[in-house]
C-alpha cells in the first residue's frame, strides 16, 4: 500500500501526519519552528522538518519508500526560489518518493474547503492569507505583510498596558492580566524586561487567549483590539477578493488556524460584516481540519486521487485531538519575536 505525508510547518511548530490510501492517519509528529526566516540557513528549519517525518514515519511503521507524496505545507515559502531551494532540500532528504512544497496558507485553504476556488485567512502566531482564483491563478500575501495573528494581539495587550500606566489609555484588566501572565510587579518592570529582551517569546504569545477572554468579558480595550484584528484578517480576505474579482461570486473563506478559536464571537462576527460589505455571497466557514490534514489532502490531490466521504471521516476519527495542534502555548519559536 503507498502512504502519503501531511505537513503543516509554520513559526512555532511543525506538525507531520503519515496516511495510508484510505484516510486513516498512522502517525503524528509535533517539532518546533520551521519557518525560515533568511537570517540562517535552510538546513536549521528544514532539518526540523524532516526529523518531525522520520517521528510520524517511525510511529506509523511506515518506511519512506513506501511513502508515494509528502505534502509540505511550509510557511516562508514564498517565493519562487523559496519554493526551489525547499523541493531541493527535502528530496534529497529521502522522506518520500515525491515531493511537493505549497505555501503553508494553501493546506489551510484545503483544510477547509473542497471546492477549486476560494480564500483563506490564516490566523496563528503571524498572518497570511491566499486566494485561489477561479481560472486557477494563485496567490498569497507572504511577505507583503506581517499584521495580524497572536503575536499581534499579544502586542497590542502590551502596548495597551503601558498606555494605560503612562496616561494615554485607558484603565483596563489587561493590566493585571498581562503583569500576571508575564511574572512582573508593574508595568516599567515590564518595559524594562523587553527592552533588555528578558519576555520569553512563547509566555509573550500565550497572551492571545487572555486577551479574547477579556473582550468576551466586556473590557473595553481588549474589546478593541479583538475588533481591530478582525479587520486587520478581513481587510486580507478583501483585498485578495478584488484582485480576482470575486466580489459577486459564491465560494468559501475559510478562517484556519489558532487565533479563531479564542473565546466568544466578537473576532469572527466583525471578520463576517467586514467581508460580506465586499463580498455579500462568501460563505465564512470555520476549517474542517487541521492545516497538516489539509497538507494530507494535497498530498493525495498531487497524486491525482479522489477523496471520498468515507476518507473525510476516517481522517476526522483518527487524527490527533485539538491538543496536539494548539499553538496558544506558545510553541518552539526558531527566534524571539520583536515587534517595532
Known amino acids: 500500500m503507498d502512504y502519503v505525508i501531511g505537513v503543516d510547518g509554520g513559526t512555532t511548530k511543525t506538525i507531520a501526519l503519515v496516511a495510508d490510501g484510505r484516510g486513516h492517519i498512522l502517525g503524528a509528529a509535533r517539532g518546533g519552528g520551521s ?4 537570517n540562517e540557513g535552510l538546513e536549521t528549519p528544514m532539518g526540523v522538518v524532516v526529523a518531525t517525518v522520520q517521528e510520524a514515519l517511525r510511529q506509523a511503521g511506515v518506511l519512506a519508500s513506501e511513502v508515494a507524496m509528502a505534502a509540505m505545507a511550509l510557511a516562508g515559502a514564498d517565493w519562487p526560489e523559496d519554493h526551489t531551494a525547499r523541493q531541493a532540500f527535502l528530496a534529497q532528504a529521502g522522506i518520500a518518493r515525491q515531493v ?6 494553501f493546506a489551510g485553504l484545503r483544510a477547509g474547503t473542497s471546492e477549486p476556488f476560494g480564500v483563506v485567512v490564516a490566523a496563528g502566531t503571524g498572518c497570511n492569507a491566499a486566494a485561489i482564483a477561479p481560472d486557477g491563478r ?14 499581534t494581539i499579544a502586542w497590542a495587550a502590551y502596548k495597551a498596558v503601558l498606555r494605560a500606566e503612562d496616561g494615554r489609555g485607558k484603565p483596563t484588566r489587561l493590566t493585571e492580566v498581562v503583569l500576571g501572565r508575564l511574572g512582573f510587579p508593574t508595568p516599567e518592570a515590564l518595559l524594562r524586561a523587553h527592552l533588555a529582551g528578558q519576555i520569553d517569546h512563547g509566555r509573550f504569545l500565550s497572551l492571545c487567549p487572555l486577551v479574547f477572554a477579556l473582550a468576551d468579558m466586556g473590557d473595553e480595550v481588549a ?3 479583538i475588533v481591530r484584528e478582525g479587520l486587520i484578517l478581513a481587510e486580507y480576505a478583501t483585498a485578495l477578493i478584488r484582485r480576482f474579482d470575486m466580489q459577486a461570486l459564491e465560494f468559501d473563506v475559510v478562517c484556519n488556524g489558532s487565533v479563531w478559536k479564542g473565546q466568544g464571537p466578537l473576532l469572527i462576527d466583525t471578520f463576517i460584516q467586514a467581508v460580506h460589505r465586499v463580498a455579500p455571497r462568501a460563505r465564512i466557514v470555520r476549517a474542517r481540519f487541521e492545516p497538516a490534514i489539509g497538507g494530507v489532502l494535497l498530498a493525495y490531490d498531487a497524486l491525482h ?12 476519527r483518527t487524527a490527533p485531538g485539538p491538543e496536539f495542534f494548539s499553538t496558544f502555548d506558545g510553541g518552539h519559536p526558531p527566534r524571539r519575536l520583536r515587534r517595532e
Open 100 to 105: 511537493v512544497v505549497k505555501n503553508d496558507t
Open 223 to 225: 474589546v478593541e483590539i
Open 35 to 38: 519557518n525560515w526566516l533568511g
Open 138 to 151: 494563485e496567490w498569497a500575501f507572504g511577505y507583503y505583510e506581517d499584521d495580524g495573528g497572536s503575536g
Open 305 to 316: 486521487r479522489p477523496v471520498s466521504d468515507e476518507m473525510y471521516a476516517n481522517l476526522a
